[in-house]
């Protein structure tokens, strides 16, 4: 089991950027792939991003309006970091994000291949 703690959500405006952290204990981490997933109000949670173990293979949702060529999803694997850099931020990015982690799996795009999550962090984008 892994513990996360997301930071770096807050207030900002439309157009603007910010930079999700998610710390994670253990000295595992860097055999986790990690993934970045939003709830918005009234809204089911989903999917915005992973990333291998090693950073070398990432893939980002590519639904209609989604995150694609906007969020970056890296990690520090000396850290036991992951980061979320979110730019041209819309009012529509609104929402709580979460870290999660996954010890082995498929199909990373969805929620149940994920052990351990983090509690979120709230992103408020403003017009």
């Known amino acids: 089991q892994v513990q996360l703690v997301e930071s770096g959500g807050g207030l900002v405006q439309a157009g603007g950027s910010l930079r999700l952290s998610c710390a994670a204990s253990g000295r595992t981490f860097s055999s986790y792939t990690m993934g970045w997933f939003r709830q918005a109000p009234g809204k089911e949670r989903e999917f915005i991003a992973y990333i291998s173990w090693s950073g070398r293979n990432t893939y980002y949702a590519d639904y209609a309006d989604s995150v694609k060529g906007r969020f970056t999803i890296s990690r520090d694997n000396a850290k036991n970091t992951v980061y979320l850099q979110m730019n041209s931020l819309k009012r529509e990015d609104t929402a709580v994000y979460y870290c999660?982690?996954?010890?082995?799996?498929?199909?990373?795009?969805?929620?149940?291949?994920?052990?351990?999550w983090g509690q979120g962090t709230q992103v408020t984008v403003s017009s």
């Open positions: 999660a982690a996954s010890r082995s799996g498929t199909y990373y795009y969805t929620e149940r291949a994920y052990n351990d």
